[in-house]
């Protein structure tokens, strides 16, 4: 478990459910575990959850990307508060339907 609250601080984190959260401006949070769960309410904060099973949330004009697999090969899936209805400081998982890979509140 991490924690940062400082002005663009960065966190990083790799083992399996590993949680990460960061609430300074700019935020930048990094996760390659399995299942790791990854929150930064800071405004334009970057999270990005690279193994599979990852939750994330961002703050206000932040971005998610988060790592999923479609059978053959591995996909990162990417969204920005404020666009597509991805709100801020909501926790969202990569659901897949018919092999499209959306977010969907964890």
Do not use: T
Request: aromatic share 8%; charged share 10%; glycine share 14%.
């Amino acid at each position: 478990q991490l924690a940062a609250s400082g002005y663009a601080s960065q966190l990083a984190a790799s083992g399996n459910a590993s949680q990460l959260a960061a609430s300074g401006y700019a935020s930048q949070l990094a996760a390659s575990g399995y299942a790791s769960q990854l929150a930064a309410s800071g405004n334009a904060s970057i999270v990005m959850g690279a193994g599979y099973a990852c939750e994330a949330s961002a703050g206000p004009d932040g971005a998610i990307a988060l790592a999923w697999h479609d059978g053959k090969r591995p996909r990162v899936l990417v969204g920005y508060v404020g666009e597509d209805g991805i709100e801020a400081n909501v926790r969202y998982a990569v659901e897949v339907i018919n092999g499209v890979a959306r977010f969907r509140v964890a």
